[in-house]
């Protein structure tokens, strides 16, 4: 597509449930990178994929959050037995390769946690 | 400890006048400072960066400084239009993964006509 997807654009759970994020990058773009944004909050990185390697998790806030990218392409990133702390937009962005900015970003997922 | 900081929550300047976005840092290593802008509903937009070794980019009306001394920069807009009217996130990275960048809280530009 002509830019980043982000699905679904609003996600409305239940404390303890679990949810899947999905993001689809711009064709090519080899690196891939997951933030969240809490209300009246900055951008907080999560994970990075670039190409086939392992990906960088050092953002990530507990292990109830993992991602998954398959194929280089679409991503996935899931939280197990939300909380309501979780409540964010959930940002993706994508580039052809680590780049000294020129990240285009996806519309983001508003989850909420009730 | 925020390691990225935007002390001012808003600000609200007149058309065709000049804005001026301050971000204090306060970790030393970082070495890459970043500028994005953001509208509602919409992802960030990359705007303008400068290294370490720099102290001043510029690209059309923006202008970033950087006082590596006081760990402090500045994103200059001028003029002011109101399509500028947008949230303004400073990001700093010590990595060579800029993405992997800290982000400050934001500042919304209000520009009024």
């Known amino acids: 597509g002509a830019g980043v997807s982000q699905s679904p654009s609003n996600k409305v759970t239940e404390k303890g449930k679990d949810v899947e994020l999905r993001c689809d990058p711009i064709s090519g773009h080899t690196a891939l990178y997951w933030y969240r944004q809490s209300l009246g909050q900055g951008l907080e990185f999560l994970i990075y994929f670039q190409g086939n390697s392992a990906p960088d998790k050092s953002g990530l806030p507990s292990d109830r959050f993992s991602a998954e990218r398959t194929g280089g392409s679409v991503s996935t990133l899931t939280i197990q037995r939300t909380q309501q702390e979780d409540s964010a937009v959930y940002l993706c962005?994508?580039?052809?390769?680590?780049?000294?900015?020129?990240?285009?970003f996806g519309s983001g997922t508003r989850l909420t946690v009730v | 400890d925020q390691q990225v900081k935007q002390n001012s929550p808003s600000l609200s300047v007149q058309e065709g006048r000049i804005s001026i976005l301050n971000c204090d840092y306060t970790?030393?290593?970082?070495?890459?400072f970043l500028w994005y802008k953001k509208y509602p509903a919409e992802g960030p937009t990359f705007l303008i960066s400068?290294?370490?070794?720099?102290d001043k980019n510029e690209d059309g009306r923006f202008t970033v400084f950087l006082n590596k001394s006081a760990k402090h920069l500045s994103l200059h807009i001028v003029p002011s239009q109101p399509g500028d009217s947008a949230v303004y996130f400073c990001?700093?990275?010590?990595?060579?993964?800029?993405?992997?960048?800290?982000f400050g809280d934001g500042t919304t530009l209000t520009v009024k006509p």
């Open positions: 400068i290294s370490s070794i720099k």
């Open positions: 990001a700093a990275s010590a990595d060579t993964n800029a993405g992997k960048s800290t």
């Open positions: 970790n030393s290593m970082f070495d890459y």
């Open positions: 962005a994508s580039s052809p390769y680590i780049t000294s900015g020129g990240y285009t």
